[in-house]
């Protein structure tokens, strides 16, 4: 009972963050989107050698991992915990200057450009529905934590930001960056989850999957 209770508050918390903070993610949520346009936007104003080229490397990554038996899961693992806390450590950073700020958005973009080039790029290779099959398959689930995670981060920045703005005490400037780096952390943490799933679920799925993809 004890176990589900603290389930019920840590859920209940992040709610009431959510809706105290809804603002912010409006605005992080609409960035997002604009990226995941502006990524859907690029396939469909390629040039057909860019479109052959990209088509090209769908499928014969596709083609190779068919084929392949031994997945070195450990160092696929390991590369992506890397990636993500290098991007959870400039976030953090960026999001503890005023300077920083366009480089919180700006990332928040392009995590949203470079996921409405991968849809877009994959319907575009296999047809709508191959491709919206690969999709569920490779990178639905990870996402599902990842892109909470980024936006969370680009939220406590902004608030960050705004508490140096309106409010230079240095003793309420140091309890908001306590509070930005707790959060960083915790969504650091759905970060790294992100990755095994994605190299322990979502390569699983995709192996079983990409069998019956048609070209």
């Known amino acids: 009972m004890k176990k589900y209770k ?14 105290n903070n809804s603002k912010e993610y409006i605005l992080v949520i609409l960035i ?21 080229i990209i088509v ?12 392949i038996e031994n997945i070195d899961k450990a160092t696929l693992v390991t590369e992506s915990i890397k990636s ?9 950073l960026a999001g503890t200057t005023i300077i920083g700020m366009p480089v919180v958005l700006g990332l928040i973009l392009f995590r949203g450009f470079c996921l409405g080039f991968t849809i877009s790029s994959l ?5 709508v529905g191959n491709g919206i099959l690969f999709c569920l398959l490779a990178i639905f689930l990870q996402n599902i934590f990842f892109i909470p995670a ?6 406590s920045s902004i608030k960050l930001y705004k508490s140096i703005i309106n409010d230079r005490r240095k003793e309420n400037i140091k309890i908001e960056i306590i509070r930005h780096t707790i959060i960083s952390l915790i969504m650091l943490g759905m970060l790294i989850l992100a990755c095994f ?3 322990e679920i979502s390569v699983m799925l995709l192996k079983i999957g990409v069998k019956y993809i048609k070209f």
């Open 150 to 155: 980024i936006l969370t981060m680009g939220v």
């Open 56 to 67: 090209n490397y769908i499928i014969d990554f596709t083609e190779k991992f068919k084929t």
């Open 32 to 52: 997002f989107i604009i990226g995941l346009f502006m990524g859907v936007m690029f396939i469909n104003n390629s040039s057909e050698e860019n479109e052959r």
């Open 84 to 92: 993500n806390i290098l991007l959870a450590l400039i976030l953090w």
């Open 123 to 127: 319907t575009y290779t296999f047809g």
């Open 6 to 19: 603290n389930v019920s508050n840590s859920i209940s918390t992040i709610i009431e963050y959510a809706r």
């Open 197 to 199: 799933i994605e190299n």
